[in-house]
C-alpha cells in the first residue's frame, strides 16, 4: 500500500481524495490546506485522515507520492527540492486527468453492467429458451423459459458441462464443425419436446469460443399451426361467401382505402377491382357522398341511403357497417342492392297481390299504402275495430280511402264470407232503394248478415235516418258509415238525430289526409304504377326525383283519389317508349310547384265561400234548375235546398 500525501483540499483535491480513498490501495498520510475549512479538510477528518495547514513536516522517506492540487507551481518546485529521492511529485493537473480517466474507466463498466442486465431481462423475457457454452462445452448462459423447459434452476447449471443438463444438446458437435443446425427436434429429460436451432460463436478473426442453443415447446408450435390452418381455412370460407353471394359486397379499411369487391359488385357497377381496389371510397360514386366515409367516421351503421355508382350512374340502395375488432376500428363493409332489382321484385308482388285481389274481389288492409305513423295508427284502429261487432265511423276528407277502409274492416271481420253492401248516402237514387223494394231487394236487407256501408251518413234525410235507427235495433248486418263534414254541427243543427250520432260514433277512425303524410306518396306512386301500367299498357318504371318532389310539394286537396287521377293522365299521354316519368309529363295547370299563400279566414268560412261560389256557378250554369243543378254536384235534392239556405245562395 503506498503512503500518499495530498496538498490542496478544494474541488479537485477532494475529488482525488475520494477516488483514491475508494480504490482502496492508497494510504493518506495527511490532507494538507492553508484553509482548514477547506471541502476536502472535513472529508478527510471523517476517514480519520490527518490534516494540517503546514506540509514540511511530513516529507520522510516513507512517503511515497505527493500530490499537489494547489496549482501553484512554486511549491512544486520547493516540493522537488525537499522530497525524498524515492517519492514522485505529480502536478494537480496531471492528478485531475488521471481521475477522469479513473472515473470514465468505472463509468465503462457500470454502462457495460447496465447493458449485460438489460440482455438478461430481453432474454429472460423471450418465449424461447436460450442456452450458451463456452469452447470447453460449460454453460455460460441459460435464460428463464430455458430453466422452465428444462425444469432446471439456471443458478445450479451456470460452469456445468452441457451434457450433464441436457445430454443429446449437440453444441459441442457445433462447436466442433462449426455448422449450424436448424428446427430440430428433442426430447428434454423433463419430457418436453422441443424444437431447437444450434449456432456456433465465433471471433471477429474466425476462432470458435462456443456456441448458443435457441429452442421452443414444440406443442406451442403445433398448437400455432392449427391456429393459422384454421384462420386461413375460416378466411378461404369466408372469401367464397362473398365471391358466391348475389349482393353486391364492397369493403374499405379503417382509412377509406378499397380492400375488396365480389363479382356481384362488378355486375351491379360495372366497376372492377383495379377500379376500386387500393383507391379512396368515393371512387365508385357518382351522386352522393361515401357512406364507408360517414360509417368511419361516426362508427355507427348507416342503412337504406340511396346512391348513384358506376359509369352508368346505377341506382342502388346501401347498407354499410363498421368493422370493429377488438374495440378497434378497422374499416367496413357495404351491401349493394340494384333498386332496378328490386323495384322489379317489388312490382311482381304487387301483380301478385293484385291478382289475389281480383281473385278474392276483395280488398284488405293490405291494399292501404303507406308507412307514416298516422296512417299506421289509422290501420290499427281499424284493425281492432274489425275484431269487435260494434258500429263503426270512418271520418276524414273527400279521397283519404275511407271506401278502402271500410273493405278492408269487412274483409278482416266475422262477416266477411257474407255480403259488402255499399251506398252512397250523396245520391237520392241510392238512398231510396235503402229500404224501398220497388226495383229490387232493398239494400238493408241484401246486407243481412254481412256489412252495411253508409258512405257520406250525413247526407241521409231524417225520414231515412229514423229507419235507420229502427233497423240498427235488430243487429242483422254490421254498419260502417263514413263522413267528410261535422257531424256535430250537423246535430246542432237539427240536420242530424242526436241518438243516430250516438250509435254510429261508437268507434270512430280519423283516416289522415294526403298532406299529412307526405312521406308515403312514393309508395302509393309505386303500387299505383302496377295496376295502371297493365290498364293502359304502359312499362313506366318510376318517377325523377324532380317529379316527385313536385308531387309532394302539392297540397292535393283530392287526396290519394286525386293523386292516382293525376297519374292516371300523366301516363295516358307519355309515349310507348319513355319509362320514367319527369316533371314536365305532370300536369302543371293541376300540380303546383310550391304551396299556395293560405288566404285569411278561418276553416270553416273559407269551405261555407267555396261551397256558396260553387252553388252559385252551378245553378247559373243550368239556369236556376235545382235538380239538374244537384245531380251535376251529387248531392240529394234536399241537401242543395238546405245548403242555398244555409250559405244564402243568390239564386
Request: charged letters at 30%; aromatic letters at 6%; a negative charge.
Amino acid at each position: 500500500m503506498q503512503n500518499i500525501l495530498l496538498l490542496g483540499a478544494g474541488r479537485g483535491g477532494t475529488a482525488i481524495l475520494r477516488l483514491l480513498n475508494n480504490l482502496g490501495n492508497f494510504s493518506f498520510t495527511a490532507v494538507i490546506d492553508e484553509n482548514p475549512l477547506a471541502p476536502a479538510m472535513a472529508v478527510a477528518k471523517e476517514l480519520g485522515i490527518p490534516t494540517d495547514t503546514h506540509w514540511e513536516t511530513y516529507i520522510s522517506p516513507d512517503l511515497d507520492i505527493i500530490i499537489d492540487a494547489t496549482g501553484d507551481s512554486n511549491l512544486f518546485t520547493r516540493l522537488l527540492e525537499k522530497r525524498d529521492r524515492s517519492t514522485v511529485v505529480i502536478p494537480g493537473e496531471i492528478a485531475s486527468i488521471l481521475v477522469q480517466l479513473i472515473e470514465e474507466k468505472n463509468r465503462s463498466f457500470q454502462l457495460m453492467d447496465a447493458q449485460r442486465q438489460i440482455q438478461r431481462i430481453i432474454f429472460d423475457s423471450m418465449d424461447e429458451g436460450i442456452i450458451s457454452v463456452d469452447q470447453d462445452g460449460k454453460i455460460t448462459f441459460f435464460n428463464e423459459r430455458a430453466a422452465k423447459l428444462t425444469n432446471v434452476k439456471k443458478e445450479k447449471v451456470l460452469g456445468k458441462p452441457i451434457h450433464e443438463v441436457i445430454p443429446h444438446s449437440r453444441l459441442l458437435q457445433v462447436i466442433e464443425t462449426g455448422r449450424s443446425e436448424s428446427n430440430q427436434q428433442l426430447t428434454l429429460e423433463s419430457g418436453t419436446k422441443i424444437v431447437t436451432s444450434r449456432f456456433p460463436l465465433t471471433t471477429g478473426d474466425g476462432q470458435r469460443i462456443g456456441a448458443f442453443a435457441v429452442f421452443k415447446d414444440i406443442s406451442e408450435i403445433q398448437q400455432m399451426a392449427e391456429d393459422l390452418t384454421n384462420l386461413r381455412e375460416i378466411q378461404m370460407m369466408l372469401e367464397a361467401i362473398i365471391q358466391s353471394s348475389d349482393d353486391a359486397i364492397s369493403v374499405v379499411d379503417e382509412n377509406g382505402v378499397g380492400l375488396l369487391i365480389n363479382p356481384a359488385y362488378t355486375r351491379i357497377t360495372g366497376l372492377e377491382e383495379k377500379d376500386i381496389i387500393g383507391k379512396p371510397a368515393e371512387a365508385d360514386i357518382m351522386n352522393g357522398e361515401s357512406i364507408h366515409r360517414q360509417v368511419l367516421e361516426t362508427r355507427k351503421p348507416v342503412r337504406g341511403k340511396q346512391l348513384q355508382v358506376g359509369k352508368d350512374r346505377k341506382e342502388v340502395i346501401v347498407n354499410v357497417a363498421p368493422v370493429i375488432v377488438n374495440n378497434r376500428l378497422k374499416g367496413s363493409v357495404g351491401v349493394i342492392h340494384d333498386v332496378t332489382e328490386m323495384r322489379t321484385m317489388m312490382k311482381e308482388l304487387d301483380r301478385a297481390r293484385l291478382l289475389i285481389r281480383s281473385l278474392e274481389s276483395n280488398l284488405s288492409f293490405e291494399d292501404i299504402i303507406g308507412q307514416s305513423d298516422k296512417i299506421q295508427f289509422a290501420k290499427d284502429q281499424a284493425k281492432l275495430a274489425a275484431g269487435v261487432p260494434v258500429t263503426i265511423l270512418l271520418r276524414g276528407e273527400t279521397g283519404v280511402g275511407k271506401d278502402l277502409f271500410a273493405h278492408a274492416i269487412h274483409r278482416k271481420s266475422e262477416r266477411k264470407h257474407n255480403k259488402f253492401i255499399r251506398v252512397n248516402c250523396s245520391s237520392q237514387e241510392a238512398t231510396d232503394q235503402l229500404f224501398d223494394g220497388s226495383k229490387q231487394e232493398p239494400f238493408i236487407s241484401q246486407a243481412s248478415g254481412g256489412t252495411l256501408f253508409l258512405d257520406e251518413i250525413g247526407e241521409l234525410s231524417i225520414e231515412h235516418q229514423r229507419k235507420l235507427l229502427k233497423e240498427l235495433s235488430n243487429d242483422k248486418f254490421r254498419l260502417i258509415a263514413s263522413t267528410s263534414d261535422q257531424l256535430e254541427k250537423s246535430m246542432r243543427d237539427g240536420h242530424f238525430l242526436e241518438e243516430l250520432y250516438f250509435q254510429v260514433n261508437k268507434m270512430p277512425i280519423y283516416i289522415p289526409p294526403l298532406r299529412e303524410r307526405i312521406e308515403d306518396i312514393s309508395l302509393i306512386l309505386d303500387h299505383a304504377l302496377v295496376r295502371l301500367n297493365k290498364e293502359f299498357g304502359k312499362q313506366v318504371d318510376g318517377f325523377s326525383s324532380r317529379a316527385l318532389k313536385a308531387l309532394e310539394s302539392y297540397d292535393w286537396p283530392g287526396n290519394v283519389r286525386e293523386l292516382e287521377n293525376v297519374i292516371s293522365r300523366t301516363l295516358i299521354f307519355m309515349n310507348a317508349n319513355e319509362r320514367l316519368v319527369e316533371e314536365r309529363h305532370l300536369p302543371l295547370t293541376t300540380i303546383r310547384k310550391s304551396k299556395p299563400e293560405l288566404p285569411d279566414g278561418s276553416l270553416s268560412d273559407l269551405v261555407e265561400e267555396y261551397e256558396r261560389k260553387l252553388i252559385q256557378d252551378t245553378l247559373a250554369s243550368f239556369k236556376g234548375n235545382k235538380t239538374e243543378a244537384a245531380k251535376k254536384l251529387n248531392i240529394s235534392l234536399r241537401t242543395l235546398y238546405y245548403k242555398i239556405e244555409k250559405l244564402g245562395v243568390e239564386e
